[in-house]
C-alpha cells in the first residue's frame, strides 16, 4: 500500500489525480491511482481496474461512481490550497487568520516593511517584503492557488494583476470601486492582458453580504473562495503531516488505519474524502468530525491494528435518532467511514 502514496507524491499537479477504491463485491478495498484517465498503479495486477480501463477515461467529478455495477469512492487530490494576498493593509489581517483556519498556506506581498511584520504578526506562512512584481515572480500558481488583491492604491491593483493573470490560478479577486476596477482592468486590455481572464477577475470581491468592517469584508471575501473551492471538487486529500506519518516509518513505526469518508448525507460535520490516520500507540492525525462518532470510529481502527485481519472495512455511522442523541452527536447526519490497514 506505500507504493500508492509514493505514486501520489509523484504525480503533475496540473493534471486531473484521482484515487479510486472499490466499495463493494468480489473487488471490495481494491485501488487505483489514475491521472488524466491513464491508470498509474492499482493494488491488484489485472484486477477490477485492468478489466475497466475504459471506464476510467471518465471525469471523477463526484465522490461516488459506478462502472461494471460496482460502487467506486472517488477521492479527487488537489494540492495544498494556497492563499497568495496582496497587500498586507487591515483587510488583509482577517484574510490571513481565517485563510490559516481553513488550512490553507498563506502567502502575503506587501513592499512596506511594517506592514509586512504585521502580515508575520497575524501568522502568515510566508511574507515577501519586496515590490510586488518582484514579489509576484516569485510565485508560480496552479490550480490550488487563490489570488486575493487588496493594495492600497490602483497602481498596485494593475501590477499585481497583470502579473498574476499570466499565471495559473484557481481564484482572482481584487478589492476597489466600480471606477478603480474599470480603469485598471482598461489599462491591462491596452496593455494586452488576455480579456478572458480579466472577465473572470471576481469584482468586487466577495460575496455580497453588505459587509462593511475589515473582518466582515474578510469573511466576504473567505465565503466567496470557499464556495469557488468547493465547485471545483479539487479536495487536498492528504496533508503534509499525514503523508509524512504514512512514509516515515521510522518516525511513525508500526501499522496504523487510514479513514476516510466515502459517503454523507445530512448535517454531518465532515464531508466526503476526509481523512484521519490513526497511530498504532491510539494517536490520531487529523479529524473526521471529533466526538462520540470519531471516538468510535477509532476504537474501531484500533481493534483492527490489534487484530490479524488486514482487510478494509465501511464503518456506518448514524448522528441522527434518539440513540445518537444520547450519544452527545448532535450533528445529525450520517457517515460512511472506510478503514484500510496500511
Known amino acids: 500500500m506505500l507504493e500508492l502514496y509514493k505514486n501520489i507524491e509523484n504525480c503533475n499537479p496540473d493534471a486531473q489525480n484521482v484515487v479510486l477504491t472499490v466499495l463493494d463485491g468480489e473487488a471490495f478495498g481494491e485501488k487505483a491511482l489514475v491521472s488524466d484517465g491513464q491508470l498509474l498503479w492499482e493494488s491488484k495486477e489485472h ?7 475504459e471506464a476510467l477515461k471518465q471525469s ?26 496582496c497587500g498586507g493593509g487591515h ?8 485563510g490559516i483556519m481553513m488550512g490553507c498556506a498563506v502567502t502575503v506581498l506587501e513592499d512596506r516593511p511594517q506592514f509586512a511584520d504585521n502580515a508575520r504578526r497575524a ?8 515590490p510586488f512584481e518582484d514579489g509576484l515572480d516569485k510565485i508560480m500558481g496552479n490550480e490550488d492557488t487563490f489570488f486575493v488583491i487588496v493594495t492600497r492604491g490602483h497602481r498596485y491593483d494593475q501590477v499585481c494583476l497583470e502579473r498574476i493573470a499570466k499565471k495559473k490560478h484557481a481564484y482572482i479577486g481584487m478589492i476597489g470601486s466600480k471606477l478603480r ?22 469584482t468586487p470581491i ?12 474578510a469573511v466576504a471575501i473567505m465565503a466567496e473562495i470557499i464556495e469557488v473551492k468547493n465547485k471545483k471538487k479539487r479536495n487536498y486529500g492528504y496533508s503534509k503531516e499525514l503523508m509524512k506519518a504514512i512514509l516515515d516509518v521510522d518516525s511513525y513505526p508500526g501499522s496504523k488505519v487510514l479513514a476516510t469518508i466515502v459517503t454523507r448525507h445530512g448535517s454531518a460535520p465532515r464531508g466526503a474524502g476526509t481523512k484521519m490516520l490513526i497511530l498504532s500507540d491510539g494517536k490520531a492525525i487529523g479529524t473526521i468530525g471529533g466526538g462520540c462518532m470519531e471516538s468510535d470510529v477509532l476504537q474501531k481502527a484500533l481493534l483492527m491494528i490489534r487484530s490479524e485481519s488486514r482487510e478494509p472495512r465501511v464503518c456506518h455511522v448514524d448522528m441522527t435518532g434518539n440513540d445518537a442523541e444520547d450519544e452527545g452527536m448532535v450533528c445529525g447526519g450520517v457517515v460512511d467511514v472506510l478503514l484500510e490497514v496500511i
Open 91 to 98: 483587510v488583509s489581517i482577517p484574510i490571513i487568520q481565517i
Open 123 to 130: 501568522g502568515a506562512s510566508n511574507v515577501i517584503c519586496e
Open 206 to 217: 466577495g460575496l455580497d453580504i453588505g459587509a462593511e468592517t475589515p473582518a466582515e469584508i
Open 60 to 85: 471523477f467529478n463526484e465522490s461516488l461512481t459506478v462502472i461494471n455495477g460496482s460502487k467506486l469512492f472517488c477521492d479527487s487530490l488537489g494540492l495544498e490550497k494556497h492563499l497568495v494576498i
Open 47 to 53: 484486477g477490477f481496474f485492468t478489466g475497466n480501463k
Open 181 to 202: 476596477v474599470r480603469k485598471v482592468k482598461e489599462t491591462l486590455l491596452e496593455r494586452g492582458s488576455d480579456k478572458a481572464i480579466l472577465d473572470q477577475v471576481y
